[in-house]
Each structure stands twice: as C-alpha cells, then as structure tokens.
C-alpha cells in the first residue's frame, strides 16, 4: 500500500461527463473492498465545469476526457480508447472503413455539451479540414443521444468502448473517424498538492490497472 500523508477517510468524486461516469462506477466496488474505511461521494452536478470545482476543495478526483492544463492539478492517464462517429441503422456512413470530415458537413453531429476546442472530433478531424457539419447538437444525457442516433435523428462522437457496451440493447455502429482514428483517454485530475496522499493514490493505481488497450479495429461491429 503506498505511504504518504494521511487525509480524513473521505473521497469527493466528479465527472465531467456521462461516460466518464459509467466508467468511474466501475471501480467504486473494488476501491471500497480495499478501503472500507473511506466514504465515497460520488457527484455528477460538476460535469462539464469541474475543473473549478477541484480547486474550490468540493471535489478530490476528477474524470474527465477533455483535461484542462491548469497550475496547480496533476492529470494522471487512466484508459486508453478511440473516440467513433456513432450511426443509426441503415445510415449511408454505417458501410463505410472510416469517416472523412467532409462527410460530416451535411450531418447533425451530437456530442456532449463541451466547447468545441475540448472536443476530439473537432480538434483533430474537423477544424483542421476547415469543415463544421450541418447542425452541431449538444445532448448531455448519453441514452438519449444513443437513442436520438438510433431514431436517424444525427450522428454522435462517443468512446468505443461506450458504443460497445450498450451494442446488445441498442443498434448503432460505430466507424472510425478519419484514416488514423482519433486516439482518446479518460483523465482524472488531482491537487498536486493531494497527490501522494494514501486513499487518492491508490484510487489512481486501481484506475490505471482497469485500463484497456486501444482497439485497432476501424468498425465497432
């Protein structure tokens, strides 16, 4: 067990975004049967604003896939996976290898409510083309983003992982973005000065042991 300062046996945890959350749930669990003696709190009222929420002490772990490199946090790392364009059944883009960005100019494109300059799909496929596609619409809920693709109501931006974890109750595919694939990694984001403490280091280490490799596979399915 690591060794370092000793904080009060309480962890705030916050989740900047839906898939981020499914994610962090998974190592409440096991993180609890090593550390009974640790009150866990898990809050999804940061999503999307919880950088400033880790600086005002509300929060102690931040996961988030679209890091803000601030004075003061440490971002650790802790799941590899590519980042798809998600579409319905019977979409033309569903038989394609892979997406290029002039085929999301005619495209409703549903992401989770982030700036676009934090977003993947935009930062490596879009912008750089100088192409935006024809409707850009922020959903915060995921299930209703999957659904809203699912209905041939737009295409959504979504870890593989994601898509491949809901594929059994809901039809969408998933392609991948761009000859290269758009490489993407869930963060969480720590007090420097927080650290080295016993209960979040080993959070950090049980995290980094549940990451997953890279799918090299250009379709999900």
């Not at 590899?80 to 059944?89: F, I, K, N, S, T």
């Not at 290029?100 to 934090?118: K, M, Y």
Request: hydrophobic share 45%; charged share 20%; glycine share 10%.
């Amino acid at each position: 067990m690591v060794t370092g300062p000793v904080r009060m046996p309480f962890i705030g945890l916050g989740s900047e975004c839906h898939p981020c959350c499914q994610w962090l749930l998974k190592l409440v669990s096991p993180y609890l049967a090593a550390w009974p003696e640790v009150d866990l709190d898990v809050r999804q009222e940061f999503q999307f604003g919880g950088v400033g929420a880790r600086f005002g002490h509300e929060i102690d772990l931040l996961v988030t896939p679209d890091p803000l490199y601030e004075t003061g946090l440490r971002l650790e790392p802790v799941l590899d996976g590519e980042q798809v364009l998600v579409v319905g059944p019977g979409h033309p883009l569903g038989k394609a290898p892979l997406v290029q960005p002039e085929q999301l100019a005619r495209e409703t494109l549903i992401t989770h409510p982030v700036a676009i300059d934090r977003l993947g799909i935009y930062i490596q496929l879009l912008l750089p083309a100088g192409i935006r596609p024809k409707r850009h619409k922020p959903i915060e809920t995921t299930d209703i983003m999957l659904r809203m693709v699912a209905s041939g109501c737009g295409v959504a931006a979504l870890p593989r992982w994601l898509v491949d974890e809901v594929a059994a109750k809901l039809p969408p595919m998933a392609v991948r973005l761009g000859a290269l694939g758009i490489a993407k990694q869930i963060f969480l984001g720590i007090r420097a000065a927080d650290a080295e403490t016993d209960d979040l280091s080993a959070f950090v280490a049980l995290a980094r042991a549940h990451r997953e490799p890279k799918r090299e596979t250009a379709r999900g399915r």
